[in-house]
Each structure stands twice: as C-alpha cells, then as structure tokens.
C-alpha cells in the first residue's frame, strides 16, 4: 500500500534557518555524478568569468557566480530545475535551490566526501569533519553518573 508522508518540517516561523542534514533532492540531484573530481575552487564564473563568489553545481559540475554577483547560478538552476544543489566555493557551504535551504554537508553521506574533496582543494589539507551521527536516532539515556541527592 503507498505510503503517504505528511511532512511537518516546514513552517518555523524564525528567521535562523538551521542547515538541513538531509533533503529530498540529493538522489536526484546527484544521480549519476562523478563527484570525485570537481573544478578548483578559484574557477571562474564559465558565464562572466567573475572570479570570485562562485557556485559549483553538482549535477553538471558547471561554476557559475552568486546571487550577489550576477545570478548566473541562479540563472541555470531556473533552467535546470532539476540541478538542486550546489557548493559554494567561498565557505564550500552546500545550498538547495528547490528546499531554498542549506545542508550540512559534512554530515550527509553523499556530500561528505565531496566536501572534504574541496576543502581539500581549497585549503591544501584534510578537513575536521565532525563525526557522522548514528544512522537510526536512539533515545538518549539520562545520564546520571553519581546521584548526589537521594
Ligand atoms: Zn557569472
Ligand atoms: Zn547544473
Ligand atoms: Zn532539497
């Protein structure tokens, strides 16, 4: 029988919006993307040749400047609409056009090592990376070592 999912996600009203650890368009957006060779991170813009503030879409692999340069990966993601995802080559933050959302990429399986591919790029050295959380969310147990009160 289908499942139907009624996601409640959605619809905090405050202005912080926390990095998601997973979105929906990853499979798609990545789907048969070789991601373990990307452009260097000092790329220009393949439109205007902007050098700086520059996109990395992850389902073509195409560089492409900001919003606050000349929109051109923007741009391409109104054409391509289906190319979700891209990183940014001035933090190598990872942004959802179609969630109009961040993700943290260190902690998504497949953004991860593209992250730490770029960083690497970036900076010449391996990135800290947090540790990946545990795959199936376990109540944590209320830790009470030594119980001073009784
Ligand atoms: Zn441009
Ligand atoms: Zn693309
Ligand atoms: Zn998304």
Redesign the pocket.
């Known amino acids: 029988m289908a499942a139907s999912w009624s996601s409640a996600e959605d619809g905090s009203g405050s202005g912080w919006v926390e990095a998601r650890k997973w979105?929906?368009?990853l499979s798609s957006a990545l789907s048969g993307v070789d991601l373990s060779e990307i452009p260097k991170p000092d790329t220009v813009c393949n439109f205007c040749q902007h050098p700086t503030e520059n996109w990395l879409c992850l389902s073509c692999k195409e560089v492409l400047c900001g919003r606050f340069v000349n929109g051109h990966m923007l741009l391409h993601h109104s054409h391509h609409p289906s190319h979700?995802l891209a990183l940014s080559f001035s933090d190598l933050s990872v942004w959802?056009f179609?969630?109009d959302?961040y993700l943290d990429a260190p902690l998504i399986p497949p953004l991860r090592p593209l992250y730490q591919l770029a960083y690497l790029l970036k900076f010449g050295e391996d990135p800290p990376l947090p540790p990946l959380p545990p795959p199936s969310p376990s109540p944590s147990p209320s830790p009470s070592p030594s119980p001073s009160q009784v």
């Open positions: 979105c929906r368009h979700s959802c179609s969630c959302s």
